[in-house]
């Protein structure tokens, strides 16, 4: 038993070590493994299982708004990322050069995609003639290079996978409205599938996306008070038109410049999963998203009614994301292979569950054990996945507005940043100077300036002038 024990006691506990706790879980859960490519990690099976099930439910959605999916090439010519100033100076830190095709020096260096506004300009340029061509509503599915200087896996890693949505239009509104439909898209999408509570708004003009208009984020609230962006919205305008040379002739004969969008969620949403649901025992997967919905433990699987009831409950549970674990590991270390995992309920079935017609059923998240007669067996499966899914979003909300403060004066601020982890929200004068100072001394950046606006006080809580937006500010990943 005590062998049983170890998948566990190896985790160090997160009230210890937060960051440690995150590294454990990752790594014992089976979700990635470091490479000899520094800052580039593998995405093990039961970690790219959870990006399927991300991605699977985010194409669906994409879909029923008119999305259509396409691929871009993997690198872009020196010259075509330097068509938008801005736009290449926020990316310039970040880019990974490609010097060399074969043994021969290219004429023009490459740089590994950081991201594909300038491919889907350069595409659009040829694809986009008449106000007959538009919308295009175009999104695609592939990895990105960012070379960070900092790692830490599914966060912050110098490839990471992800969606990237780029939109054209033929007017301003028609590109705001994509912009905000595709930000509540992900904001429902996190808190409905991912049981995640998140923040919508708008990016301060210091933090917005290079080259963009207008920025729209999610934020959420991990587990140890720091925000993580979860997915963001970008309103590009007609900028990168006029820099491409976009161009559509309208039904009044006149050319006009096409507006565009941009949009994207990452891999980094595993990492969201983990610190905002997991605890000491490892990883707590909501049923909607997790792989495996179900696993069936068997007690003495070798008795000949076990292996029977074994299959029975299989198939009695076939509507949902079962598996049996029929291994030859004690039944101790399977229950806590199945914590590690997240797996949001397990079934156990022994000798005298069989006799009685009936299973015992434990959920991760509470460890809350019952006894169901196998006529109930379905139905309860239900039930308690659908309860296990409301509770950890519940859960997640009572703890984000427990760590969600209100600060009326610079030190205030201060003395929340520095021994109350979580949220501040205070009132902010737009003047970037002041957001500046905050990120200086407290040490915390503006999340967004939500949409949902509350006038907490009448001043700026730096400068002490009018106030013109209540901020979300806060130390983030």
């Known amino acids: 038993m005590a062998n049983d024990k170890k998948l566990v006691e190896a985790v160090t506990s997160m009230d210890v070590d937060f960051a440690q706790w995150y590294t454990d879980v990752v790594r014992k859960a089976e979700l990635t493994e470091y490479t000899s490519v520094k800052g580039f990690m593998a995405i093990k099976p039961y970690g790219y299982a959870i990006w399927e099930s991300i991605q699977g439910e985010l194409d669906r959605r994409f879909k029923k708004t008119g999305v259509q999916n396409v691929y871009m090439p993997c690198m872009i010519p020196e010259s075509l990322l330097q068509k938008e100033k801005d736009h290449v100076e926020g990316f310039a830190p970040e ?11 290219l004429e023009e260096r490459m740089c590994v995609r950081p991201t594909s506004e300038t491919l889907f300009c350069d595409f659009y340029k040829k694809d986009v003639q008449s106000y007959r061509d538009l919308p295009k509503v175009y ?7 960012r070379w960070e200087k900092t790692t830490r896996p599914f966060l912050r890693t110098r490839e990471f996978l ?17 912009t905000e439909q595709m930000l509540n898209l992900y904001a429902d999408f996190a808190e409905d599938f991912l049981a995640i509570p998140v923040v919508r708004g708008q990016k301060t003009e210091k933090e917005k996306f290079a080259g963009a208009e207008a920025t729209y984020t999610i934020e959420a609230l991990m587990h140890d008070g720091k925000a993580l962006q979860c997915g963001t919205s970008h309103n590009f305008g007609d900028g990168f038109a006029k820099a491409f040379g976009i161009q559509y002739l309208d039904k009044d004969n006149k050319l006009k410049y096409v507006h565009q969008t941009s949009w994207g969620m990452t891999t980094r949403l595993i990492g969201a999963i983990i610190m905002v649901h997991g605890d000491n025992d490892g990883l707590i997967l909501p049923p ?6 179900v696993m069936v433990v068997p007690i ?3 008795n000949p009614e076990v292996q029977e009831g074994m299959k029975k409950i299989e198939e009695v549970l076939s509507n949902f994301r079962v598996k049996v674990d029929d291994s030859d590991r004690s039944p101790g270390y399977k229950f806590a292979d199945c914590e590690m995992r997240g797996i949001p309920l397990r079934v156990e079935i022994g000798p005298r569950d069989c006799e009685n017609g009936q299973a015992v059923l434990v959920r991760r998240d509470t460890h809350e054990k019952i006894t169901v007669s196998m006529d109930e067996l379905e139905a309860k499966v239900a039930e308690m996945l659908e309860t296990i899914q409301k509770d950890l979003f519940n859960r997640a909300l009572e703890r984000q507005r427990e760590m969600t403060y209100d ?5 205030e601020m201060k003395e929340i940043a520095d021994n109350k982890p979580g949220f501040i929200r205070a009132m902010w004068c ?5 957001e500046d100072k905050l990120k200086e001394e407290p040490g915390v950046t503006s999340r967004c300036m939500p949409f949902a606006q509350e006038k907490i006080a009448d ?19």
């Open 95 to 105: 880019v990974a050069w490609v010097t060399h095709g074969g043994l021969d020096r």
């Open 139 to 145: 999104n695609q599915w592939c990895s990105v290079v």
């Open 162 to 178: 992800w969606q990237e949505g780029h939109t054209a239009h033929a007017t301003a509104e028609q590109a705001e409205e994509r």
């Open 288 to 293: 909607k998203v997790a792989p495996i919905q």
């Open 300 to 302: 003495r699987q070798t």
């Open 407 to 411: 600060a009326h004066s610079f030190e």
């Open 430 to 434: 737009g003047c970037r100077e002041c």
């Open 459 to 477: 001043t700026c809580v730096v400068c002490g002038k009018p106030a013109v937006k209540m901020v979300y500010w806060g130390k983030a990943y």
